[in-house]
């Protein structure tokens, strides 16, 4: 959080964005169509692709316009002692539920592999039934693509994060949403490689992709996990050195 405050807010929100482009809806749902059977998908790929990018466009163009009037009396409210309690107490929720995140999923693989749970079939394994039926169309691939943006929002903290920064930047409206969408261009990014990859060189690549999507798929949980107590980490430290608050391990 530090280090993004010291480059360039281009190169702050183009960090954020490739982050953001490793979730679920951005990347691993868009993996599922580049390993099914056959021929690439590609029109229902690009369909999905400019569908989620689309949703988080609105979203986020809706958060500046409702944010952009208030960012300056929030910022102040976060300057004071109150506020930086207040981010003290956020960063241990954040860093606290990523632990519980990290529990949940290794009682469920304890389970798993003593043969008291089956694995879930889950959220993500029925979108993905849903978007490669041969029998499904346009509006069902677009349902699923704004599924997964409603579903993963909340959790999208460097979005949510680089909204903020937009929000509180001192560039004027045009340029917030220039930027808005060349964020939610490069968010995609990843997928789109890995489609022109999988287009041009099918057999080098289909291997890889399909051991990437089970990894994405098997690891979900602890990445979540990772990511809050990452940034509630963050969070936390700054608030207890604003604080002049000397924490173990942090200091």
């Given at each position: ?64 316009l409702g944010l952009g009037s208030i960012i300056e009396l929030a910022a102040d409210a ?174």
């Open positions: 959080m530090d280090f993004l405050d010291t480059v360039p807010l281009p190169a702050a929100l183009a960090l954020l964005a490739l982050l953001d482009g490793l979730s679920v809806g951005t990347l691993l749902i868009p993996l599922f169509f580049l390993i099914a059977p056959g021929r690439v998908r590609a029109g229902r790929i690009l369909l999905y692709l400019a569908t989620i990018t689309g949703f988080y466009l609105v979203i986020g163009v809706l958060f500046l976060l300057a004071s002692d109150a506020g930086a309690w207040l981010l003290l107490v956020v960063g241990v929720a954040l860093f606290a539920s990523g632990l519980l995140v990290w529990a949940a999923d290794a009682r469920r693989r304890r389970l798993v592999a003593a043969g008291r749970a089956a694995p879930e079939a889950g959220r993500i394994v029925r979108w993905r039934e849903r978007v490669l039926d041969e029998r499904a169309n346009g509006g069902a691939v677009m349902g699923v693509a704004i599924a997964a943006g409603l579903v993963e929002i909340a959790g999208m903290l460097p979005y949510l994060l680089g909204m903020t920064m937009l929000a509180g930047s001192p560039l004027g409206a045009p340029a917030r949403v220039a930027y808005l969408a060349g964020y939610c261009a490069v968010m995609v990014l990843p997928a789109l490689v890995l489609l022109a990859a999988r287009i041009v060189a099918a057999p080098v690549v289909a291997g890889p992709l399909e051991r990437l999507a089970a990894w994405f798929q098997r690891t979900g949980a602890e990445n979540t996990s990772w990511i809050l107590c990452i940034v509630g980490f963050l969070v936390v430290r700054s608030a207890a050195q604003r604080l002049e608050i000397a924490l173990p391990i942090i200091g």
